[in-house]
């Protein structure tokens, strides 16, 4: 098998994680809901937006070091929760999590992760982030977030932007439905993908059974005071992921949360939903620098990254960009996503002239906001 430190960038290991995985898997992590309009149009901001180059600077002194809650990371990027990081690879959870602590930045940590948050938290010394939705028991929320403050997490994410289940056939179509149970069509699926039946689902059978993969509870009622209670028992950075709007954005702020992921879920939920990037600037003055901005959906370049900062985000979160790099080669793959990212984020510095994060603003932007698609929707 090629090494992973042979991908040039994360489509080349999206194409090696495509035949590494069975179809119903990988297509549960690269496609997008319903006619799949939020994911293409989450590219499509990113690549309208125009990064300003600036010569005859001198650039010879950059870094992509920043901090965020008090906590230093070698980049601005954080790993988005994933929950099925452990179907990819054997307790893929805790490879990531390897891999971000040996790239120097944060993980965070599914809720509906396959490995356990004990387990993860002993096998990566780094930030590690756990994410929850808010489930109908707010006891079982309490629990799960106490336990991961005992483990030693060091911030807790609360996605909110999926009330109810997404809608998205493909999954239905590949027989890859919630709880998984083995069909003819997925059973065909797995047959043809010997190396991750024998490598990944034979090893849980080995160890400990069958993955967990459960359909969430989530909490269709719940509104910010649910937030304010996870405020009073969390001691942590307590960061609200899934702002849509500058008017949520808003009620973030005054929720007193500390930090806040605008975020359309990767288009994976509400397919008519706004792109985050093409939000940004609005979010980031409603915000008015009171608490930092993450923005993730679409990021699978060091340009997309500067784009983001540029607008106004403190940092991004990129979901399925490591997941590629797990599915192409486990830690190693993550890793060498991780690193590809980096590596794009620092040229993209040294063309646009900038030494360091901070400096990366809408100076460095043809325009703040993205130019209308000629007949377009924007
Ligand atoms: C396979 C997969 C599983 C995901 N599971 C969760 C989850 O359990 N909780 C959550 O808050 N977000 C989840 N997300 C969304 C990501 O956290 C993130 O918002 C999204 O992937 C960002 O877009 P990107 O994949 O284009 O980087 C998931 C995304 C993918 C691709």
Redesign the pocket.
């Given at each position: 098998m090629k090494s992973v430190d042979t991908a040039q960038n994360i489509n080349d290991l999206r194409k090696r994680a495509k035949r590494y995985l069975p179809k119903g898997l990988y297509e549960?992590?690269?496609r997008g809901s319903e006619n799949e309009v939020a994911?293409q149009h989450?590219r499509y901001v990113l690549d309208a937006l125009k990064i300003k180059q600036q010569v005859l600077v001198d650039v010879s002194a950059r870094s992509t070091e920043t901090a965020l809650f008090g906590q230093r990371l070698a980049m601005p990027l954080v790993i988005?929760?994933?929950?099925?990081?452990g179907l990819l690879r054997y307790r893929g959870e805790a490879q990531l999590a390897r891999a971000a602590t040996a790239a120097g930045i944060a993980c965070?940590v599914?809720?509906?992760?396959n490995t356990d948050l004990g387990i993860v938290r002993q096998e990566a010394t780094g930030t590690l982030w756990l994410?929850v939705?808010l489930a109908p028991d707010p006891l079982a929320n309490r629990a799960l977030i106490e336990r991961a403050q005992r483990l030693g997490y060091n911030g807790l994410?609360v996605?909110v932007?999926?009330p109810v289940a997404p809608n998205r056939e493909y999954n239905w179509h590949n027989g890859f439905n919630l709880p998984v149970t083995l069909n003819r069509r997925n059973a065909f699926d797995l047959a043809t993908h010997p190396r991750w039946l024998l490598g990944v689902l034979g090893r849980y059978l080995l160890h400990e059974g069958f993955p967990r993969f459960e359909p969430?509870q989530r909490d269709e009622r719940a509104d910010w005071s649910a937030i304010q209670r996870v405020r009073e028992y969390w001691r942590g950075p307590l960061i609200v992921?899934?702002i849509g709007s500058a008017e949520d954005a808003r009620l973030a702020v005054q929720a007193g949360i500390d930090g806040l992921?605008l975020?359309?879920?990767?288009?994976?939920n509400l397919d008519s939903a706004a792109s985050p990037l093409e939000l940004l600037a609005t979010v980031a003055a409603s915000v008015e620098g009171r608490l930092p901005i993450l923005l993730?959906?679409?990021?699978?370049r060091g340009s997309d990254v500067f784009k983001a900062l540029a607008l106004g985000a403190s940092a991004v979160?990129?979901?399925?960009?490591p997941?590629y790099g797990l599915g192409a080669g486990g830690q190693a793959g993550a890793l060498r996503a991780l690193a590809l990212l980096r590596q794009e984020l620092d040229r993209c510095m040294a063309y646009a002239g900038v030494c360091n994060i901070a400096e990366i603003g809408a100076a460095q932007l043809h325009t703040a906001t993205v130019a209308a698609r000629p007949g377009g929707a924007l």
């Amino acid at each position: 098998m090629k090494s992973v430190d042979t991908a040039q960038n994360i489509n080349d290991l999206r194409k090696r994680a495509k035949r590494y995985l069975p179809k119903g898997l990988y297509e549960f992590i690269a496609r997008g809901s319903e006619n799949e309009v939020a994911l293409q149009h989450n590219r499509y901001v990113l690549d309208a937006l125009k990064i300003k180059q600036q010569v005859l600077v001198d650039v010879s002194a950059r870094s992509t070091e920043t901090a965020l809650f008090g906590q230093r990371l070698a980049m601005p990027l954080v790993i988005a929760p994933t929950g099925a990081a452990g179907l990819l690879r054997y307790r893929g959870e805790a490879q990531l999590a390897r891999a971000a602590t040996a790239a120097g930045i944060a993980c965070t940590v599914a809720m509906a992760s396959n490995t356990d948050l004990g387990i993860v938290r002993q096998e990566a010394t780094g930030t590690l982030w756990l994410q929850v939705y808010l489930a109908p028991d707010p006891l079982a929320n309490r629990a799960l977030i106490e336990r991961a403050q005992r483990l030693g997490y060091n911030g807790l994410v609360v996605t909110v932007d999926t009330p109810v289940a997404p809608n998205r056939e493909y999954n239905w179509h590949n027989g890859f439905n919630l709880p998984v149970t083995l069909n003819r069509r997925n059973a065909f699926d797995l047959a043809t993908h010997p190396r991750w039946l024998l490598g990944v689902l034979g090893r849980y059978l080995l160890h400990e059974g069958f993955p967990r993969f459960e359909p969430i509870q989530r909490d269709e009622r719940a509104d910010w005071s649910a937030i304010q209670r996870v405020r009073e028992y969390w001691r942590g950075p307590l960061i609200v992921k899934g702002i849509g709007s500058a008017e949520d954005a808003r009620l973030a702020v005054q929720a007193g949360i500390d930090g806040l992921v605008l975020s359309n879920h990767g288009g994976r939920n509400l397919d008519s939903a706004a792109s985050p990037l093409e939000l940004l600037a609005t979010v980031a003055a409603s915000v008015e620098g009171r608490l930092p901005i993450l923005l993730d959906s679409g990021v699978m370049r060091g340009s997309d990254v500067f784009k983001a900062l540029a607008l106004g985000a403190s940092a991004v979160m990129v979901g399925r960009a490591p997941l590629y790099g797990l599915g192409a080669g486990g830690q190693a793959g993550a890793l060498r996503a991780l690193a590809l990212l980096r590596q794009e984020l620092d040229r993209c510095m040294a063309y646009a002239g900038v030494c360091n994060i901070a400096e990366i603003g809408a100076a460095q932007l043809h325009t703040a906001t993205v130019a209308a698609r000629p007949g377009g929707a924007l």
